[in-house]
């Protein structure tokens, strides 16, 4: 009694999640106490690499643009100099004109500090902020009136490529962007490029776990750097290729190459101020351990709401008989079995059913009571169906002689069936059954023995091994004899090469049928549906001795394909049967030529129902989908494969339901509210367009530039400075 009595405590379902979540719980916790700590590195090793990969990847992004737009700003200076050069004549006018020129484009960019400039054939260099002479080719530049650098341009002319070149001394660098340049050209430009601009813009990067960061050149010299006097005992020592280098258990160095002319930016790491975090972190996580533990213990109670009532609660709907020797879990496993199984057996039913309808219906298109009609319904390998048609032009046909004769010769019990007869004609359904590989050619040979001197005419189908092609071989036999002639007394469809008869069963149209209907595409499946009724209304169709098999066949094969879908769908046959039953009603009984109408719109009723009761807009609510959007747009993944696959449907579908319920394709609504968001951030933050580009899902800033201007015809920077105009 005492096992009995624990036994069904032990059966009750909602101990069985109380002890597995509380299990889990403990488990969780002595668990979490081993192994956070090397977690807790790993997560912050990975997440700190992949910031600083952002960060230095976003900054060699930016100088290679920047170093772009220098390209654009020589070529409008060269431009505007051979404009001046060709005007004016006199030296120190043309001088005066060509500085004015070079100091509109000096704060075109905040990357340029002075532009020099000076002719071949003059002493003078002209220049737009830095001091310097030259001689004999060379530039001196003076920093507080004394020299401090040198720069030969000597041997980086007749480059084809623009160059960035690093010009260092004991205590200072420089940095010069020198464009293409031919020494036969009259002139020399270079840029001299502002390297506490660069300075202040890699100052953005450091923080307590980045200590140093600089623009190294190829030659490991550092071009400009923040706290660079830390890096450049590291330089010399690894490898300038893109990644992370652990130096010792306190540094690591991260690298950033892609830069123009092979420079690199290398930024230096504290490996003792992320284990700081970490031990931080730990210590939070003691003193919280009582108070999570109590939240856990809430965390499990609320759980079993969550999981366990509605498990009762579907457990009494299903399973109203309680079993206290069985688990909720078992007894819902019990009922879904059985349904299973009634399921099988109703799919069974209706196969069962179908093919019984379609032996019915070939018996009565035959109209023989005699005939064997199950043979042709029978699968086996190497089985083949032909139409023979036989025709004498002279004396009244023995039907019953040539019968008699086929049922002779061929193998398999009455493998041979009158289909039709005349005075002077007679089809023939013939079943040859076995194995033999050239059954079309031993047919002809038979057939041209009995016929040679009887002066008969005979017209042969192709070979099908479905029973459902009989129409089209019927068809086809009748259209090879037309080819009778004096020289061919035996006409094989199959060397005719005519176009398929259109009585040829829509085998593969109802295979797109079944996918739709699987796949709850229901606009397709309504188009094939069309097409199939199409089909069977084609003047050929109504033209055939045997349309009432061929039409009604592909009617039943029609219900028998949503029949399916739906009982693959769990739907209740108890919910549609009355619609299903009609539906086969008419299929099977009713005469298609004059009562079509009620035989597809009893089909497409029971679509219609199958759709209601399946169709995703019924599951997805509109302002639910809205709020998805506005919650995901600003995601850089998010697409409408996402959405599809949230909902549960096809990407099709879903595309159609987007349109239908936000008035919209999907790409455009995204783009709005993207777009109305970026708005909103350039009027009221002061993030950079690049930021903001992030911020609303463009992980590409020059994309999202071009997209709001094709959208706004300005770009952003622009309708930032018009915004803010407005406002004052």
């Known amino acids: 009694m005492m096992r009995t009595f624990f036994q069904k405590i032990w059966n009750h379902t909602l101990l069985r999640y109380f002890f597995s979540y509380f299990f889990i719980l403990i488990m969780l916790l002595a668990g979490f106490t081993v192994i956070l700590k090397n977690q807790l590195t790993t997560q912050y090793q990975e997440q700190r690499k992949e910031q600083i990969q952002t960060q230095l990847n976003r ?384 047919l002809i040979d038979v057939l041209t023995d009995y016929l040679d001197d009887k002066g008969y005419l005979a017209a042969i189908s192709n070979g099908s091994n479905s029973p459902l092609d009989i129409p089209s071989l019927y068809e086809n036999a009748k259209t090879a004899a037309n080819y009778w002639d004096d020289s061919h007394i035996i006409i094989d469809y199959a060397t005719l090469n005519l176009t398929p008869s259109t009585l040829a069963y829509p085998n593969e149209k109802l295979g797109q049928l079944s996918t739709y209907l699987n796949a709850k595409n229901f606009i397709a499946a309504k188009a094939v549906l069309a097409d199939l009724f199409a089909i069977i209304d084609s003047p050929s169709s109504m033209q055939s001795a045997l349309p009432d098999f061929f039409i009604r066949c592909v009617l039943v094969d029609i219900l028998t394909e949503i029949g399916k879908s739906m009982e693959e769908s769990n739907l209740k046959f108890k919910d549609y049967s009355d619609l299903y039953f009609e539906a086969l009603y008419s299929c099977r009984s009713r005469a298609y030529t004059t009562e079509n109408q009620i035989i597809t719109n009893n089909l497409y009723r029971l679509l219609a129902f199958y759709e209601e009761k399946s169709a995703p807009s019924k599951i997805v609510n509109p302002d639910y989908l809205r709020e998805m959007l506005k919650a995901s747009f600003c995601q850089p993944d998010f697409s409408i494969s996402v959405l599809a696959e949230h909902f549960h449907v096809s990407i099709a579908y879903m595309s159609y339901l987007t349109k239908k319920e936000l008035g919209m394709n999907f790409v455009d609504y995204l783009w709005e509210l993207r777009l109305k968001y970026a708005q909103e951030l350039l009027k009221n933050s002061d993030l950079s367009v690049d930021e903001i580009s992030l911020k609303v899902g463009y992980l590409n800033p020059s994309s999202f530039r071009r997209k709001f201007k094709q959208a706004m015809g300005i770009t952003p920077t622009q309708y930032r400075t018009e915004s803010a105009e407005g406002d004052s």
């Open 59 to 442: 900054l060699m992004q930016q100088f290679n643009e920047d170093i772009l737009y220098l390209s654009q700003v020589d070529t409008s200076v060269n431009s505007n100099v051979n404009v001046i050069l060709s005007i004016y004549r006199r030296e120190d006018w043309n001088n005066y004109q060509l500085v004015n020129e070079l100091k509109k484009y000096d704060s075109s960019s905040v990357l340029i500090n002075a532009i020099v400039y000076q002719k071949n054939t003059s002493d003078t260099v002209l220049s737009t902020g830095v001091a310097l002479t030259e001689v004999n080719g060379v530039y001196q530049f003076y920093y507080n009136e004394q020299p401090s650098l040198q720069f030969d341009p000597a041997p980086y002319l007749d480059s084809r490529q623009n160059q960035l070149i690093c010009v260092s001394g004991n205590t200072q660098s420089m940095l010069i962007y020198l464009p293409a340049t031919s020494s036969s050209q009259p002139y020399i430009i270079f840029y001299i490029l502002d390297t506490e601009e660069i300075r202040q813009t890699l100052g953005n990067l450091i923080s307590s776990e980045t200590l140093a960061i600089a623009l190294v050149d190829s030659e490991r010299q550092i071009a400009v750097g923040v706290n660079e006097d830390l890096l450049s005992p590291y330089l010399n020592d690894v490898e300038l290729k893109d990644g992370f280098y652990e130096l010792d258990s306190s540094d690591s160095l991260c690298i950033q190459t892609g830069i123009s002319n092979d420079f690199t930016l290398v930024a230096l790491l504290s490996n003792s101020s992320l284990l700081n975090q970490i031990d931080t972190a730990l210590l939070k996580y003691y003193r919280l351990f009582l108070p999570l533990s109590m939240i856990g213990f809430v965390l499990i109670l609320f759980a079993l709401k969550l999981t366990w009532f509605p498990l009762h609660k579907l457990t009494k709907k299903i399973a109203p008989e309680a079993n206290f020797n069985q688990s909720a879990l078992e007894q819902l496993d019990q009922s879904f079995t059985k349904s299973k199984a009634e399921n099988i057996a109703l799919r069974s039913k209706l196969d069962n059913y179908r093919h019984s309808m379609q032996k019915a219906l070939l018996d009565s298109s035959i109209g023989s009571n005699t005939a064997d009609i199950d043979q042709f319904f029978e699968t086996d390998a190497g089985n083949e169906i032909y139409v023979i048609r036989i025709h004498s032009a002279r004396k009244p046909l023995p039907h019953s002689e040539i019968l008699e004769h086929f049922l002779q010769f061929f193998p398999g019990e009455n493998p041979c069936i009158l289909m039709e007869k005349s005075s002077c004609d007679a089809v023939f359904l013939l079943n040859y059954t076995g194995q033999e590989p050239n059954k079309a050619d031993i």
